[in-house]
Nanobody, 124 residues
């Protein structure tokens, strides 16, 4: 089992940057593929990015490709989401999630563990 705690959200102007962090408990972090999802008011939770257990494989939603970068540091049990060129439509609560094993999934139902979320607000 793993517990996840996100941080780094906040209010930023359009075009700005934020870096989200997700700290995981436990000694088995490297056995989980990790994902970032977001949920805006009145909308379903959507996939943003995912990273393989080793960090060598990264995957992005088309809406963030070229602007966001997911990475992980297995020695620090932490996954990051660097968000650049932010747009008002990026405003949402951002969640990190963990799924055991080597597969990458794009739907929330495949992720067993979730953080509490961190709010990102982009003003125009």
């Amino acid at each position: 089992q793993v517990q996840l705690v996100e941080s780094g959200g906040g209010l930023v102007q359009a075009g700005g940057s934020l870096r989200l962090s997700c700290a995981a408990s436990g000694r088995t972090f490297s056995t989980y593929a990790m994902g970032w999802f977001r949920q805006a008011p009145g909308k379903e939770r959507e996939f943003v990015a995912a990273i393989s257990r080793s960090g060598q494989g990264t995957y992005y939603a088309d809406s963030v490709k070229g602007r966001f970068t997911i990475s992980r540091d297995n020695a620090k049990n932490t996954v990051y989401l660097q968000m650049n060129s932010l747009k008002p439509e990026d405003t949402a609560v951002y969640y990190c999630a963990a799924t055991p094993g080597g597969n990458i999934y794009y739907t929330p139902t495949w992720y067993a563990y979730w953080g509490q979320g961190t709010q990102v607000t982009v003003s125009s």
